[in-house]
């Protein structure tokens, strides 16, 4: 039982738990996705990632990319909401939030693969 | 270089956490807490709006409250917002500020600017271990003659005075423990252009360790290792060092020539002097009983040495015991007048201070001076620092350990031959020195000889090379006349020529050239210029053969054709 070892898994699987939450739903209607969840899924992710700083294995190297690909997704998201919002003054159309929630749901497969490399990792660690 | 990224990300998590933790709990209160807009209306936040303000809020810019006046919730929520912002700003700029100042941190970008230099160096180069007074002597001198260096110290202080000295090339410079393989092969030991490790650590020890490193992990690799003792000489031989010099064994043996065969003291003094430093005027020191103060390495050496000649020695040694002095030696530092005379000094002929201390070598041969002025001194300075003072005392010979052990080290390093040529001149009668003396004399004038070497391959001298292939014959003063007037010859004399059935010492001008001999020259500098353009090109090497001026141009050579 190591508390940086728990702490790592957590925010991993954490920010794939949140970004699932804000992916579920009709993937055009605005009703259906929340802001909050989406800036938590983000914010998260964020953490997930400096986490993962600083590990020289191969799998450590992995797990940072995946998160970065993550951030990248969940980034551009928001940024596509802020810029409808308050740059082009318009309401989100069915079509701005199928965007935004597709990248997130591209978000959603990298940390997929983060958690999944987590496993694979804690199942061949062996004493 | 890796490392540190690795290192640098490793420590800037928390910092980091912290940072993006204070940002979104910031950014959410701001969304969460109730306010109203300019007609009154109840309004929340949204998130753009709330990054906006945290963003200037954290950077302590602070536009002000937009885009409508702030309730007295959101104010007690945006004062606890900048206290924690400014807090996890410091926090993170302090940790950066630390990371940077680590003393480890800083030895790993040092470690990695220093191999990224070893690695990018064009030609081949030396290790140096040790920049004391024989290390920076000789480094100086090599880089002087466009070798390059690499230096390993491990005081700080050698490092940096290597940092400012105006050297010809960049010298890389590690500060470190040369006897770690680590070091070493980060200096470059396994590089394929490095020719050898010099150790001038100024301990047997550490010098034994780095030759035993050398050897094993580079057997290619020529290893200088100076020596002070001879057991741990031997040790360094069985396996495989190739050079041990021992600065005090060279004094002795040398000066103990000066007596009786003073022209063979100046063949070895001439031969591995620096280029263009003035001769060496020679004085012979008078036969007689000297007094020898210090029973230490040097003394030890000097004693044996004065003995095989015949001369004899009072001894003075402060610590007669450890020294294990033989007997009849005075106890004393030699310093004061009363051990002096004590030792007959009013009717010796000459007095040695050979003590591990300058101040008190000093003193012991101003005292003795004044007790007898005819007296002959010989003083051993063991610091290079102390130039001014010995040459002011105005000793008659004064040894210095560190330049010794570094002009041996810089000849065999400029000429490799001139390790044979040394024993075998140390073989010879001192008539032949004498002649050898005066030809050189004759051909140096008053700077002292450069030596270097030529090999008869066709990499080195491909005009030579395409001769012997046509089985024409090339004689060594083909390679010395001078290319405009071959019957003017060039300042050189050919010292030994180095082939598969035998060395010849002195070898006749006339003796032809075999493909694969090595030739040991000594002359003048700019002789050198002039031999190096003979070996390389066709024309002049057929005029120094043959007599005839051929024409270089297609033209001329067609119309000359008709002539001849």
């Known amino acids: ?34 802001a909050y969840e989406l800036f938590a899924a983000l914010v998260v992710s964020l953490v997930a990632t400096i986490m993962k700083f600083g590990d020289r294995a191969h799998i450590g190297a992995l797990l940072l990319a995946t998160s970065l690909v993550a951030d990248l997704q969940l980034i551009t998201a928001a940024l596509i909401w802020g810029s409808t919002l308050y740059v082009m003054d318009q309401q989100l159309t069915p079509a701005i939030t199928a965007s935004i929630v597709s990248l997130s749901g591209g978000a959603l497969l990298a940390n997929l693969i983060s958690v999944l490399l987590l496993v694979v990792e804690t199942v061949t660690f062996r004493r | 270089m890796n490392n540190v990224i690795y290192l640098m990300l490793r420590r800037m998590r928390l910092p980091l956490i912290l940072l993006v933790l204070t940002y979104a709990i910031s950014i959410l209160g701001l969304t969460l807490i109730p306010g109203v807009d300019d007609q009154g209306n109840p309004w929340r936040m949204d998130f753009f709006h709330a990054i906006y303000f945290v963003s200037f809020l954290g950077s302590t810019i602070g536009f002000g409250e937009i885009p409508y006046p702030f309730t007295g919730a959101q104010r007690m929520w945006t004062t606890f917002v900048i206290y924690a912002a400014v807090i996890s700003w410091l926090y993170a700029i302090g940790s950066i500020l630390t990371l940077i100042q680590d003393p480890g941190l800083r030895r790993v970008l040092a470690l990695s600017s220093f191999s990224r230099q070893v690695r990018r160096l064009p030609e081949q180069f030396f290790i140096v271990c040790g920049y004391g007074d024989a290390g920076s002597w000789l480094v100086h001198e090599l880089t002087e003659r466009g070798i390059y260096c690499v230096v390993i110290d491990q005081d700080r202080d050698n ?21 770690e393989s680590g070091a070493l092969i980060s200096a470059g030991l396994k590089h394929h252009l490095c020719r050898g490790v010099i150790c001038l650590t100024g301990s047997d020890n550490s010098n034994l360790e780095i030759a035993i490193t050398s050897k094993l992990l580079a057997p290619g690799v020529a290893v200088f290792c100076q020596s002070d003792y001879s057991d741990s000489a031997a040790n360094m031989l069985s396996f495989g060092t190739d050079h041990i010099i021992d600065p005090f064994e060279i004094f002795a043996s040398r000066f103990s020539l000066m007596f009786h ?27 007689g009983t000297w007094v020898l103060c210090g029973y230490g390495r040097f003394g030890k050496s000097v004693h044996e040495y004065l003995a095989l000649k015949g001369i004899n020695t009072r001894l003075i040694e402060a610590d ?25 000094i009013k009717v010796a002929a000459g007095v040695i201070a050979g003590t591990d201390d300058d101040a008190n070598n000093l003193s012991i041969l101003i005292t003795a001076r004044d007790l007898n002025p005819e007296l002959f001194t010989v003083g051993r300075q063991n610091l290079r620092s102390k130039d001014e003072i010995f040459q002011a005392a105005r000793i008659d010979l004064t040894m210095q350990p560190s330049v010794i052990t570094a002009q041996q080290i810089l000849s065999l390093i400029l000429a490799p031959l001139l390790d044979d040529f040394l024993r ?53 003063e083909h390679l010395c006349a ?24 002195l070898p006749a001008m006339d003796t032809p050239l075999r493909g694969g001999d090595q030739l040991l020259l000594c002359g003048r500098e700019e002789a050198r210029a002039h031999v190096d353009h003979i070996m390389h090109d066709h024309r002049a090497l057929h005029y120094t053969r043959t007599g005839i001026d051929r024409p270089s141009g297609t033209v001329w050579r067609r119309l000359m054709r008709g002539r001849t």
């Open chain 1, 1 to 34: 039982m190591n508390l940086e070892k728990v702490l790592f898994a957590f925010f991993t699987i954490l920010a794939l738990t949140l970004n699932f939450g804000f992916f579920v739903g009709d993937v055009d209607n605005p009703a259906h996705h929340n």
């Open chain 2, 159 to 179: 490092i940096l005075s290597l940092e400012v000295e105006d050297l010809h090339t960049d010298v890389p410079g590690l500060q470190g423990d040369a006897t």
């Open chain 2, 261 to 287: 065969a003073p022209s063979m003291y100046l063949v070895y003094e001439w031969m591995t002097a620096v280029h263009n430093a003035p001769l060496s005027e020679l004085k012979t020191p008078p036969p």
């Open chain 2, 320 to 344: 007669v015991l450890t020294t294990a002095a033989p007997e009849g030696t005075i106890a004393g530092r030699g310093t004061e007048a009363g051990t002096l005379l004590e030792a007959d």
């Open chain 2, 424 to 476: 075998l001149a140390s073989e010879q009668t001192e008539e032949w020195a004498n002649l050898l003396v005066s030809r050189v004399a004759g051909v140096v004038e008053d700077v002292a000889p450069t030596l270097w070497d030529l090999e008869v391959s066709p990499l080195h001298m491909p005009t030579v090379f395409d001769c012997l292939i046509r089985s024409e014959e090339v004689r060594i």
């Open chain 2, 482 to 505: 001078n290319p405009r007037n071959r019957s003017d010859m060039l300042p050189v004399v050919p010292l030994l020529l180095k082939r598969d059935t035998g060395n010849i010492l």
